[in-house]
């Protein structure tokens, strides 16, 4: 059986790469994706830290909003379309 710290670090661990890979979409989790190019595009250290940090603790929700956010895509993708 999986031991409580074990369980702890994964999900710590799974956090911080899912903030360090997203980093570069990290628009889509919260403005939305028309705010990308609005947003400051110089990359910066603390800026870094911070997101991954964040990423570390609340990833399940990013998760989520990413999601919405990738269907919100594709839906205005599919009606752009028509």
């Known amino acids: 059986m999986i031991d409580a710290y074990t369980f702890i670090s994964l999900f710590?661990?799974?956090?911080?790469?899912?903030?360090?890979?997203?980093y570069s979409k990290?628009?889509?989790f919260s403005e939305g994706p028309l705010k990308?190019?609005?947003s400051?595009?110089?990359?910066?250290?603390k800026g870094r830290i911070f997101w991954i940090t964040l990423c570390t603790l609340?990833?399940?929700i990013m998760a989520?909003?990413?999601?919405n956010t990738a269907w919100i895509?594709?839906?205005r993708k599919r009606q752009?379309?028509?």
């Open 12 to 22: 710590l661990i799974f956090g911080a790469c899912f903030g360090f890979v997203t």
């Open 26 to 28: 990290r628009h889509w």
């Open 36 to 38: 990308a190019n609005d």
């Open 40 to 45: 400051d595009q110089t990359p910066s250290l």
């Open 58 to 60: 609340l990833w399940p």
């Open 64 to 67: 989520l909003t990413g999601i």
């Open 73 to 75: 895509l594709f839906k």
């Open 80 to 82: 752009s379309g028509k």
